[in-house]
């Protein structure tokens, strides 16, 4: 159960910008565009708060400066039973490639500090976070297939590497208040029509 400090403060929450899931329950998290819909749809084991469309709604005290107010499309705070929370940021790209992934990286970080000041409005310490990128297609684990390692060493191609790397093994690193962190990266396919699932 989702505590009741925390239901408390929800009040003071749009009701249409948050869900409030029961333990295994489910909500789905959805973005449109030019190039259709995309939504992906999480089967929660635990209680959960679903904050939609954060990307609509960023501090409107930030900066209008390039990407001071990019944020991902939507943020899943899970409760577990030692009432820890875990923050879920999701994030839709239709194609995910060398470029797409850093802009993704951006919003990931820009959505830590946006999901935070959420979580200490609410009085819910974050335990832990999880990056999600839901996509319909990917280059980048393809880069080793038509470029050799060896090749991009020799071009100086240290990033391309790196990107690589954390894509393999599923941790993406950030700097986040001038310290770099690894974070648990899950990568979700969506099928053809554009859905795609995860269990939390």
Request: charged letters at 35%.
């Given at each position: 159960?989702?505590p009741?400090?925390?239901?408390e403060n929800l ?6 910008k ?8 489910q ?5 449109k ?6 939504t992906l749809?999480?089967q ?12 609509k709604?960023?501090?409107?005290y930030?900066?209008t ?7 991902p499309?939507?943020f ?13 940021i ?9 470029s797409t992934y850093d ?5 990931f970080?820009?959505g ?8 200490a409005?609410l009085?819910?310490?974050i335990q832990?976070i ?11 684990s393809?880069?080793h297939?038509k470029?050799d390692?060896?090749t ?7 990033s391309?590497?790196?990107k ?7 941790k993406?690193?950030?700097e ?11 990568k979700?396919k969506?099928?053809?029509?554009g ?6």
């Open positions: 159960m989702i009741e400090f925390v239901q009040r003071f929450f749009d009701k249409t948050y869900e409030k899931i029961e333990e295994y329950g909500c789905c998290f959805s973005e565009s030019k190039d259709g819909k995309a749809v999480c929660l084991k635990k209680d959960a708060i679903a904050i939609k469309e954060p990307d709604n960023v501090l409107t930030l900066s400066e390039k990407g001071v107010r990019s944020c499309d939507g899943l705070f899970v409760k577990d039973k030692e009432e820890k929370w875990t923050l879920y999701i994030e839709f790209k239709k194609t995910l490639n060398t802009k993704s990286k951006w919003q970080k820009m830590i500090h946006n999901a935070r000041a959420i979580g409005f009085g819910i310490e832990e999880v990056l999600c990128s839901s996509y319909r297609e990917e280059t980048i393809e880069l297939k470029v390692l060896s991009l060493r020799a071009s100086n191609s240290l391309t590497i790196k690589q790397e954390e894509w393999k093994s599923g993406c690193e950030l986040v208040d001038k310290v770099r962190r690894t974070y648990c990266y899950k979700i969506l099928n053809q029509n859905v795609g699932n995860i269990t939390l």
